[in-house]
Nanobody, 115 residues
Framework: QVQLVESGGGLVQPGGSLRLSCAAS????????MGWDRQAPGKQRKQVAT???????NYADSVKGRFTISMDNAENTVYLQMNSLLPEDTAVYYC?????????WGKGTQVTVSS
């Protein structure tokens, strides 16, 4: 089993920045990739960014150039630096982990972009 603890959400004005963190803990697992999904009110959950244990990254087109994902392999922690935030970035952000054949999601952290 893998437990995920997310932090860093909140309220920010358009154009501002936030940094999300997610720490994975447990025993007997080897992480292949970590990432972030988000779900806006009334919309489907979508993938935002992923990073493999080798450092390969992938971003949704809507966040390219504004968001940066990084991972501390030793601490099993993934970060999402979000810059130039837009109102349409408002959503619940969920940490994701893929370890072997299994996938895990955190409980989510709210990000609200509003003036």
């Amino acid at each position: 089993q893998v437990q995920l603890v997310e932090s860093g959400g909140g309220l920010v004005q358009p154009g501002g920045s936030l940094r999300l963190s997610c720490a994975a803990s447990g025993s007997g697992f080897s992480i292949y990739s970590m990432g972030w999904d988000r779900q806006a009110p009334g919309k489907q959950r979508k993938q935002v960014a992923t990073i493999t244990d080798g450092g390969d990254t992938n971003y949704a087109d809507s966040v390219k150039g504004r968001f940066t994902i990084s991972m501390d392999n030793a601490e099993n922690t993934v970060y999402l630096q979000m810059n130039s935030l837009l109102p349409e970035d408002t959503a619940v952000y969920y940490c994701t982990v893929r370890a072997g054949p299994y996938a895990y999601w955190g409980k989510g952290t709210q990000v609200t972009v509003s003036s």
